[in-house]
């Protein structure tokens, strides 16, 4: 299994066991529409007190790969994404995750898997805390 292949398992984009190709060679969609992104109903930002302080987080479900268009501005403007790739159909979502993987590469964030065909897109002055180690640490479940 090449390396590739394998990280795109490890996304939870294909099975370990699946044939698929994890690139299509054809590319080619309709024409995308203008800015029709910027009042999508399915971009919403968590806490309107949070959003006062200037702590927002963006919680995006595409239907195809026009939107993330949206993706790119909300993380450009320094606001965490998270990117629900559920809905989508498997070629759409692997171009969705090339596009917010390069995205986090180029300004220096990071990209977060946290469920299968679920991301986590953070801006370089953000830290993800995983609350595994404290619950390990404390023995709080352990329950042998």
């Known amino acids: 299994m090449g390396s590739v292949r394998k990280a795109s ?3 939870g984009l294909v099975d370990d066991g699946d044939d698929e190709r994890y690139y299509d060679d054809d590319y080619s969609e309709g024409p995308e529409p203008g800015d029709g992104w910027v009042t999508d109903p399915r971009v919403r930002v968590t806490d309107q007190a949070a959003q006062e302080q200037g702590s927002r987080i963006a919680t995006i479900t595409p239907d195809g790969f026009r939107d993330a268009r949206g993706i790119g501005e909300l993380f450009r403007e320094g606001v965490p994404v998270i990117v629900n790739l559920t809905t989508m159909e498997p070629a ?3 171009r969705v995750v090339d596009f917010a993987a390069g995205l986090t590469f180029g300004l220096r964030g990071s990209i977060e898997r946290v469920a299968t065909r679920v991301f986590l897109l953070t801006p370089p002055d ?3 805390v995983s609350g595994d180690a404290g619950r390990a640490a404390r ?5 042998s």
């Not at 023995?139 to 329950?143: A, E, H, I, K, R």
């Open 9 to 11: 398992a490890w996304l």
């Open 92 to 94: 759409d979502a692997k």
């Open 126 to 128: 953000y830290q993800i």
């Open 139 to 143: 023995g709080f479940f352990n329950q």
